[in-house]
């Protein structure tokens, strides 16, 4: 709904930057941006209505901006150089929304211990974030087990959906039949905690995989290792 908002502002300023009003279009901006933030609020909870404004700025950047300084291009009222602005910010809009996602890096850090007898190789698989499961997320997976890892460790936001998704149960089983597609597991064991994107029910993801979901802050023993899990709301605990 925020985003209609941000729509009818653009098409106000469109018609604003055509009388040459640029104060007039500041306040319009100013004023949209309060109302699609108040919106946010207003019908959206918790984490929504920070993923809500996030969501109506990216609108703003990528979409209204660059079309507004278009217009005043096209119709004379701004010079020629602005285009360069323009070309920039379509640059950026291109790399955050069709590179940057799909973009998947892996990393390794090696820590040194006299505790362990023999090195152990634990896989950690966080932000998944997907608003629906593709290739992409697969691939992912793909790669985690190609490294045969001895453990996993799943730390939390799966399936990102905003409030009134009506494909939210299905996004979060086409995730749950990868990981059974592709028998993630571990001879340490597979274990997966509680993101703060997650809803009520993000256990049921991992319902008949062998990823063990903790909901309640706890210990595990994998091997010569002792896990803690942690809740969402523990994790959130600077003094634990």
Same mark, same amino acid.
């Given at each position: ?64 901006? +660059? ?33 940057? +996602? ?139």
């Amino acid at each position: 709904m925020s985003n209609l908002v941000f729509l009818a502002v653009a098409a106000v300023g469109a018609v604003l930057l055509g009388h040459k009003r640029p104060r007039a279009l500041f306040w319009l901006l100013a004023g949209g941006a309060l109302l699609a933030a108040l919106v946010n609020v207003a019908f959206h909870s918790s984490y929504h209505v920070t993923f809500g404004i996030m969501g109506s700025l990216d609108l703003l950047l990528f979409v209204i901006l +660059p079309g507004w300084l278009l217009v005043g291009v096209l119709r004379k009222h701004l010079h020629r150089a602005w285009l360069n602005i323009v070309f920039a910010i379509a640059a950026v809009g291109i790399d955050a929304h069709f590179i940057e +996602p799909t973009w998947l890096e892996e990393s390794e850090l090696t820590i040194g211990t006299e505790l362990l007898q023999q090195p152990i190789k634990i896989a950690l698989v966080a932000d998944i974030q997907t608003s629906d499961p593709g290739p992409y997320e697969r691939e992912a997976l793909e790669r985690v087990m190609a490294r045969k890892p001895d453990l996993i460790v799943f730390a939390g936001d799966y399936v990102q959906t905003m409030p009134g998704d009506e494909r939210r149960q299905e996004k979060q089983d086409k995730l749950r039949q990868m990981i059974l597609d592709l028998d993630v597991s571990a001879p340490l064991g597979a274990y997966a905690v509680q993101g703060n994107v997650d809803e009520q029910d993000w256990e049921a993801i991992f319902a008949g995989t062998k990823v063990q979901p903790i909901a309640r802050t706890s210990s595990i023993t994998a091997g010569p290792l002792l896990l803690w899990a942690l809740s969402l709301g523990d994790s959130f605990n600077e003094n634990l």
